[in-house]
């Protein structure tokens, strides 16, 4: 059973940083390629930032500069370390996989940036 786990996510100001998790398990995550999404109240849920399992990484032009997505394959976890946050960042946050065919997602954690 693949599952994926976010956690890290909270109440912050703007200017802040977070630190997003996502375990991992059921599949072999080390050759997984990985997407961090987010979905705003009202807007429909967008690319965040991605993952090749060689580590290669692509982020959408609204958080470039300011997040970074990771991955440590031995503790088989996803990260997304987001610093200078704006209140347009507020969303909840989902990690993604794809595998076999199927696509996984997690449950997603709040993430809010206000003052």
């Known amino acids: 059973q693949v599952q994926l786990v976010e956690s890290g996510g909270g109440l912050v100001q703007p200017g802040g940083s977070l630190r997003l998790s996502c375990a991992v398990s059921?599949?072999?995550?080390?050759?997984?390629?990985m997407d961090w999404y987010r979905q705003a109240p009202g807007k429909e849920r967008e690319l965040v930032a991605a993952?090749?399992?060689?580590?290669?990484?692509n982020y959408a032009d609204s958080v470039k500069g300011r997040f970074t997505i990771s991955r440590d394959n031995a503790k088989n976890t996803l990260y997304l370390q987001m610093n200078s946050l704006k209140p347009e960042d507020t969303a909840v946050y989902y990690c993604?996989?794809?595998?076999?065919?199927?696509?996984?997602w997690g449950q997603g954690t709040q993430v809010t940036v206000s003052s």
């Open positions: 993952i090749t399992s060689g580590g290669s990484t």
């Open positions: 993604r996989t794809t595998s076999r065919g199927y696509t996984y």
């Open positions: 059921g599949i072999i995550f080390s050759i997984h390629y």
